[in-house]
């Protein structure tokens, strides 16, 4: 069985200030992990993706996320958060042989100005 | 269009109604998909279609809900009888080939809401 954890329902960060969101994930088999946005009134895109190679992946707005297979996470940082990137972020795993994506509940991160 | 479609935005259903909600996939993808997206929750996997094969339906709750995909193109999932519970975002996605690696795009989703 698999299983996305997202520990964050919701962080508040003030704008210019470093951010991470948590994601941990539990397969038996290998996974892809991906990172999707959903902007409020739109629908999710993708942010960034683990397929295989170098574990740490970056956004073209400045996120990036580490996969870390010993601690079975994939975190997603920013250094200095915008006030446009307030938004939902879901963290979701591909497991292999499945035809879906499995998500998790999702972090609101709202920046302050 | 550009993006995927659905249709309508908004829908709003008696106890019992049957419903048909509509997605428009991005032009010549082979895959979609159908998720269903509760209050407060994670989108969580419906159905599966590679073209008009209905490849994976594990995630339908119930057999209420009923997908097709006769064309390989537009798809639509139908709710029978509907009921409080299936009140949530319905939301669609399609990509080029398989899932493995290939990003799926997103429709803005349905908000399905049973009075």
């Known amino acids: 069985a698999q299983s996305v954890t997202q520990l964050d329902s919701q962080v508040p960060v003030f704008e210019e200030a470093p951010v991470e969101l948590r994601c941990n994930y539990s397969s038996s088999v290998s996974v892809y992990l991906f990172w999707y946005v959903q902007y409020p009134n739109q629908g999710l895109q993708l942010l960034l993706k683990?397929?295989?190679?170098?574990?740490l992946v970056e956004s073209i707005n400045g996120f990036e996320a580490e996969f870390n297979k010993s601690q079975t996470s994939f975190h997603l940082r920013k250094p200095s958060v915008h006030i446009s990137d307030t938004a939902e972020y879901f963290c979701?795993?591909?497991?292999?042989?499945?035809?879906?994506?499995?998500f998790g509940t999702g972090t609101r991160l709202t920046v302050i100005p | 269009g550009a993006g995927v479609s659905q249709s309508p935005r908004y829908k709003v259903a008696k106890r019992g109604q049957d419903v048909a909600l509509r997605c428009d996939p991005i032009s010549g993808h082979v895959s979609l998909f159908w998720y269903q997206q509760a209050l407060g929750q994670g989108p969580e996997f419906l159905t599966y279609?590679?073209?008009?094969?209905?490849?994976?339906k594990s995630g339908l709750p119930s057999d209420r809900f009923f997908a097709e995909r006769p064309e390989g193109s537009v798809s639509t999932l139908k709710i029978q009888r509907t009921q409080q519970e299936d009140s949530a975002v319905y939301l669609c996605?399609?990509?080029?080939?398989?899932?493995?690696?290939?990003?799926?795009?997103f429709g803005q989703g349905t908000r399905l809401t049973v009075v």
């Open positions: 683990y397929l295989s190679g170098s574990t």
């Open positions: 279609f590679q073209n008009e094969a209905q490849l994976d």
């Open positions: 979701a795993v591909d497991q292999t042989g499945a035809n879906n994506l499995f």
């Open positions: 996605a399609s990509s080029l080939r398989g899932l493995r690696g290939t990003e799926a795009f």
